[in-house]
T-cell receptor
Framework: AQKVTQAQTEISVVEKEDVTLDCVYE???????LFWYKQPPSGELVFLIR??????QNEISGRYSWNFQKSTSSFNFTITASQVVDSAVYFC?????????????FGAGTRLFVKA | EPEVTQTPSHQVTQMGQEVILRCVPI?????FYWYRQILGQKVEFLVS????????KSEIFDDQFSVERPDGSNFTLKIRSTKLEDSAMYFC?????????????FGSGTQLSVL
């Protein structure tokens, strides 16, 4: 079965703090893909990043970084020097070769509040 | 960047009524999806659609739901007889190839309220 767990329901930080959003996944696929999407208060879902199961290199994009660890089935997302505009719900998602792109599975989301 | 558009942004209906939610996917995309998000909860897969057929559907997508691509641009979700528990944000998404490594492009959603 495919499953994505985001154990943190809500996180509240003060601007400029670093924050890490956790994501743990389960899959029987040997080839799979992990995603993070952002849902700002306006409601749309915005793609942030994709990783495939063969590439465990961490990735940094500006203030965002992602730590993929296959050994612990985790794909954590860190925001460095958080800003008020980072306030949103963040979803981790999974699709696999068996699942196919037809059915991307989302976690429950982590709501991030960044206070000025 | 091209975008997926959904109409209406809000829909209020009475229980038992039929509703049609409309989406215009990105023009060169071939795979279309509906997801829903009950307030404050996870984004749940409903159905995927390719080549004028349903590719996969979840257990949520029962006989009350149907999807259609009535012309070359629109993709619709119909709920035949709405229930209170159908109240949710409904997201349409599209992708070019349907490959599992491909990101989904989402619309802004239709907030459905069933009274």
């Amino acid at each position: 079965a495919q499953k994505v767990t985001q154990a943190q329901t809500e996180i509240s930080v003060v601007e400029k703090e670093d924050v890490t959003l956790d994501c743990v996944y389960e899959t029987r696929d040997t080839t799979y893909y992990l995603f993070w999407y952002k849902q700002p208060p306006s409601g749309e879902l915005v793609f942030l990043i994709r990783r495939n199961s063969f590439d465990e290199q961490n990735e940094i994009s500006g203030r965002y970084s992602w730590n993929f660890q296959k050994s612990t089935s985790s794909f954590n997302f860190t925001i460095t020097a958080s800003q008020v505009v980072d306030s949103a719900v963040y979803f981790c998602a999974l699709s696999g070769l068996n699942t196919g792109g037809f059915k991307t599975i989302f976690g429950a989301g982590t709501r991030l509040f960044v206070k000025a | 960047e091209p975008e997926v558009t959904q109409t209406p942004s809000h829909q209020v209906t009475q229980m038992g009524q039929e509703v049609i939610l409309r989406c215009v996917p990105i023009s060169n995309h071939l795979y279309f999806y509906w997801y829903r998000q009950i307030l404050g909860q996870k984004v749940e897969f409903l159905v995927s659609f390719y080549n004028n057929e349903i590719s996969e559907k979840s257990e949520i997508f029962d006989d009350q739901f149907s999807v259609e691509r009535p012309d070359g641009s629109n993709f619709t979700l119909k709920i035949r007889s709405t229930k209170l528990e159908d109240s949710a944000m409904y997201f349409c998404a599209s992708s070019a190839t349907g490959s599992p490594n491909e990101k989904l492009f989402f619309g802004s959603g239709t907030q459905l309220s069933v009274l």
